[in-house]
C-alpha cells in the first residue's frame, strides 16, 4: 500500500508555496449522464429481459377458428454490480508537520482529491462502452444477442432477422442522413414498425466544428445551393449535438436515439470513508461506489467508427 510521507510533500512543509495548481484545474461537468439513464439496483446483478410483441393478425375465413399468438422471450442483459474504490495513506507526521493544513484543512483536501479520482473514474467506465462499441470481445453476455453494442447484424429475436445500428463513414451531412433513415425503419421482434428516432449527436473533441457546421447552418452545410439543411429543418437531431471528451476514437461518432437501453444501474451511492492505525497513527482516507454501466437495447445508440 503506498503511503504518502513528508518526503513526497515536502513543498507543503516549507511556508510560501502560493497554491497546489493539480487541484485548480476546472472540471467538465458530468457527460456520461447525458447519454446513460440511472436505474437504482438492490442486488448483485439485474437482470433486464426482452418480450417480444405479438404479430400481425391473419384474415380469419368464414366459420374457421381464429389464429393464436404468444409472447416470447427473447434476450436476456444481465448487469453484474463493481465496486469501484480508491484510498490513501498518510503518515502522522505528514499530517502533523503540513503547513498549510490551518488554510484549507487536510481532510478537505484529502477528499477533493478522491472525490475527483472517482468522478473520472465514473466518466471513463461510461465511455468504455462507446469505445469498445464497435469491439467483438465486448458483449452483454451469453444469453444476450451475442455481438457488440454497434454491429451490422443485431438478431431481432426468436422469430428471426436482424438490423444494423452501424455505419463505416465519416461525419458528414450524407452519413447522418442515411443514418436517421436507418434508425427511421427500425421495427421490434415482430418486425412491427416502432417510433424511433434519433435526438443527439455525440461526437469527440475532433469533430465539434465539423458537427457545428453540420447541425447550425440554415442553409445545406458545404454547398452554394439555395437548399435547407434538412436534418436541421426537420429537427431531425433536436437535441443538437455533445463533445464527449472521454472518447477516444478521434473520428468515431454516434446518434443517441429516444431508446432508453444505455443504462447505469446504481447500488451503493458515492462514499467516504477516514480511519486511524493505531500501531502507526497513520490516517487512512477512502472512497467506494458500486454500479455498473451497460446496454439492455442496442437500438438506443447508432454508431460509425469512422473510415
Known sequence: MATVTTGQIAKALTPGVQAWFQT???????????????????????????VSMLGLASEKPEGQNIEYDDFELSFVARFVNKVYAKGIKITDETIKDNQYAALAGMMRERSEALAIAMRETYEHVH?????RAFNVAFTMGTNHDGVELCDAAHPLGPYGGTYSNVLSADLSEAALETALI?????????????????????????????AARL????????????????????????????????????????IKTNVDGLLTMNREALSFGRDEEFDSSNVKFKASQRYVAGWDDARAIFGSPGI
Open 182 to 210: 436507418q434508425i427511421d425503419g427500425y421495427t421490434d421482434a415482430r418486425g412491427l414498425k416502432i417510433k424511433v428516432s434519433g435526438q443527439k449527436l455525440i461526437v469527440p473533441p475532433a469533430l465539434r466544428f465539423e
Open 127 to 131: 465511455a468504455n462502452i462507446l469505445n
Open 215 to 254: 447541425l447550425n447552418t440554415v442553409a445545406q452545410p458545404g454547398t452554394a445551393n439555395n437548399d435547407v439543411n434538412a436534418i436541421r429543418n426537420q429537427s431531425a437531431l433536436s437535441g443538437g449535438f455533445m463533445v464527449y471528451h472521454y472518447l477516444t476514437d478521434t473520428d468515431a461518432w454516434f
Open 24 to 50: 485548480a484545474y476546472d472540471r467538465f461537468a458530468m457527460e456520461s449522464n447525458q447519454i446513460f439513464k440511472s436505474v437504482d439496483s438492490r442486488k448483485a446483478y439485474e437482470e433486464r429481459v426482452a
